[in-house]
């Protein structure tokens, strides 16, 4: 949840073609369901080539592992996870070609697709789907610096890394219960030896994603190079990324608060801000069991461009991105204006409010944004009405959220049900 609002620290700017804006179409139960016929099938020649590759239990294993891993995704694909014949899919399939046009070494059938996700992610799945999610479009600068994370995403399909890393899964899989068995036969510090075990394997996995990352950066920025991309913005993009991580999110001022809620028929209450006082307890006295910096996601993106600079001597200049065409601006104010939608599909409601807060705050797009905070909103009353607002609303944890999003759950767990019906009402007239 922590990263989800790191991604709104920039500063929203207003675009004059919003007011002409159309929304995603996502009327594509053709294009799913023929997606879906072709990638079971291939998905069962995947599997049917691998096992032919291994044998005995890792042979089967695989095939088990990717069996389940297409049902999962052919649910999120009928869940309308995924765009088909979007903008941003003609913009990621004409760079996909370029790619490969000029590395003919990239081998086997490629696919993009472009998740409703707004974090700035990508992922390649074993069998060369790349999901590219549509907040990369708000965090990076040009088209140059997509095709970088595109490049970055087919190295880690060249290696094999999506591979590898399921056969280490299995493997350690058999290695886990010779351990458990001989837990088994311990008479004292069962619980110790059982967490040492899973510290290190998690130390293990986490230095494993380490080094494929900074393989995938290497032959990725070949692969970038080759194909006439300016080879500045690979490393402006790792940069981008850099930022968020380390941001946090942007403070909403009391004022913000007073513009939005202090309604003609529900004049603001100054109850509503009242924080729960979390100095009585002293956090220092629990200690972090496990090395967080350890098992962080990946490795560290300034460690990530030293190396990079290290083996590529041409980037050690630092150079400013450089200016998009209008294209990618179309496509970067299309992800803005989804953002929103996007909070809504996945049923993020608590955060969806907090970001069209920070939008209110920028004064961007107030009408459309103020639409979809009385959305959220009467989502949020339902929950509360139906007594399951932990599912759509985080908890206050001091150790782990700015004071501005510890404020702003206050705020909401402050607001009685009726408050948040008249506020939903208002803003969804």
Not at 332 to 350: C, Q, V, W
Request: proline share 3%; hydrophobic share 35%.
């Amino acid at each position: 949840m922590i990263q989800k609002l790191f991604l709104f620290s920039f500063c929203f700017v207003f675009y004059s073609a919003f007011g002409q804006y159309k929304p995603v179409d996502t009327a594509d139960f053709a294009q799913r369901k023929a997606f879906l016929e072709s990638y079971k099938t291939e998905n069962e020649l995947f599997v049917k080539n691998l096992k032919s590759r291994y044998s005995g239990k890792t042979s089967t294993e695989l095939g088990k592992f990717y069996t389940e891993i297409y049902k999962d995704f052919e649910k999120e694909v009928k869940n309308k996870d995924y765009l088909f014949n979007s903008p941003f899919d003609v913009q990621l399939n004409s760079i996909l070609t370029k790619i490969r046009d000029a590395n003919p070494e990239i081998s086997g059938k490629l696919k993009v697709l472009v998740s409703k996700d707004n974090t700035p992610n990508a992922f390649c799945l074993a069998d060369g789907t790349f999901i590219i999610n549509m907040g990369i479009f708000n965090w990076m600068d040009n088209e140059d610096q997509i095709a970088s994370v595109l490049c970055h995403e087919i190295a880690h399909k060249m290696e094999e890394h999506s591979l590898k890393q399921v056969l280490s899964f299995i493997d350690d899989n058999e290695k886990d219960k010779e351990a458990v068995k001989g837990i088994k036969t311990l008479t004292v510090n069962k619980t110790d030896k059982a967490f040492d075990i899973l510290k290190n394997k998690l130390y293990k996995k986490q230095d494993e994603k380490r080094k494929t990352e900074i393989q995938a950066d290497s032959l990725g920025y070949v692969i970038f190079r080759n194909s006439g991309f300016r080879k500045e913005e690979f490393k402006n993009a790792l940069k981008n990324l850099a930022d968020f991580d380390s941001i946090s999110p942007r403070e909403i001022k009391l004022e913000t608060y007073h513009k939005i809620y202090n309604l003609p028929e529900q004049p603001f209450n100054e109850k509503w801000m009242k924080k729960e006082d979390f100095s009585i307890y002293n956090y220092d006295l629990y200690k972090d069991k496990l090395n967080k910096d350890s098992l962080s996601t990946h490795p560290e993106m300034e460690k990530r461009i030293l190396r990079l600079t290290q083996e590529f001597p041409e980037l050690l200049k630092d150079e400013s991105a450089t200016e998009p065409d209008e294209n990618f601006k179309k496509l970067r104010n299309t992800a803005k204006m989804e953002i929103l939608p996007n909070f809504y599909h996945s049923e993020d409601f608590g955060v969806g409010i907090y970001v069209a807060m920070q939008m209110i705050q920028d004064e961007f797009q107030e009408e459309y944004v103020k639409k979809w905070l009385g959305t959220f909103f009467g989502k949020i009353y339902e929950a509360r009405k139906n007594y399951n607002l932990n599912r759509y609303l985080d908890r206050v944890e001091p150790k782990e959220q700015s004071e501005s999003y510890q404020q702003f759950l206050n705020f909401m767990w402050n607001l009685r049900l009726e408050e948040i019906k008249n506020i939903a009402d208002y803003y969804q007239k």
